[in-house]
Nanobody
Framework: VQLQASGGGSAQAGDSLRLSCVVS????????MGWFRQAPGKEREFVAT????????YYSDSVKGRFTVSRDVAKKMVYLEMNNVKPEDTAVYYC???????????????????WGQGTLVTVSS
């Protein structure tokens, strides 16, 4: 599985951005496709994730209500719609895939097996 994220850039607080992740290779309905972010000097943190088949979603508290994760099964794409962005959303954003059918902790980056290269989002006040 290969992942490639895009769509990052510069934004003002309150703006909207949409990140995209192209998925190559075979994936299964039980895979979770996640978005994580890492700000300079900070740990990688969970943002949102979606189960490929059912579309079940989970969000971090910091983005709940502002960000929406979705997927297009036919196009093999994963999206992160970011609304009302804040300066604290500034980070490199990564898409990732969890291939373990048990999916024991989809909120942890340690559970994800495949990673894209990251796309930088910079939000100014």
């Amino acid at each position: 599985v290969q992942l490639q994220a895009s769509g990052g850039g510069s934004a003002q607080a309150g703006d909207s951005l949409r990140l995209s992740c192209v998925v190559s290779g075979r994936i299964f309905d039980f895979y979770f496709m996640g978005w994580f972010r890492q700000a300079p000097g900070k740990e990688r943190e969970f943002v949102a994730t979606i189960r490929w088949g059912p579309g079940t979603t989970y969000y971090s508290d910091s983005v709940k209500g502002r960000f929406t994760v979705s997927r297009d099964v036919a196009k093999k794409m994963v999206y992160l719609e970011m609304n009302n962005v804040k300066p604290e959303d500034t980070a490199v954003y990564y898409c990732a895939a969890d291939k373990d059918f048990r999916n024991t902790n989809v909120l942890s980056h340690l559970s994800y097996d495949y990673w894209g290269q990251g796309t930088l989002v910079t939000v100014s006040s």
